[in-house]
């Protein structure tokens, strides 16, 4: 970083012009030399120079962000192109285990239909049984 110019003689002249003896003028002087020259200021150029580094970095991390965010969306439409065919394949395993059941039901329902003609004709063949024994000629 430049270092900030300060014209010691004219600060001298000036003090002493204000009244203030050479040797404390020169003190003054000397201290504040001494100050500037400890304090690391930034001139309008460095601050120009930082600006365009931290905009170069600011682009390239927006750089850097949209194609994390490129990535990010071709690998959620993979999962979903995936979770898709998973959800597909399901929904057929869920399909012919239901067919099954289906079938089984259908086969126990006819059974059971069977089987209640089947006992309702016993029913009514004891009943005639029973009213031939009691009312019977």
Excluded at 10 to 27: P, Y
Excluded at 40 to 68: V, W
Excluded at 104 to 130: C, Q, T
């Amino acid at each position: 970083m430049p270092a900030v110019t300060f014209d010691t003689l004219k600060f001298v002249k000036t003090l002493k012009e204000a009244g203030v003896s050479e040797l404390q003028a020169e003190a003054f002087s000397t201290a504040v030399r001494e100050s500037h020259e400890a304090a690391e200021l930034a001139t309008k150029a460095d601050l120009r120079e930082y600006e365009s580094a931290i905009r170069g970095d600011l682009e390239k991390l927006e750089s850097g962000l949209h194609h994390e965010m490129g990535n990010l969306r071709h690998e959620i439409k993979e999962l979903e192109t995936g979770l898709r065919h998973e959800m597909k394949e399901l929904e057929l395993r869920i399909d012919t285990r239901f067919g099954h059941i289906d079938t089984r039901f259908e086969k126990v329902y006819g059974e059971m239909l069977l089987l209640k003609w089947m006992l309702s004709l016993l029913i009514a063949g004891v009943a005639s049984l029973v009213l031939k024994a009691f009312f019977g000629t």
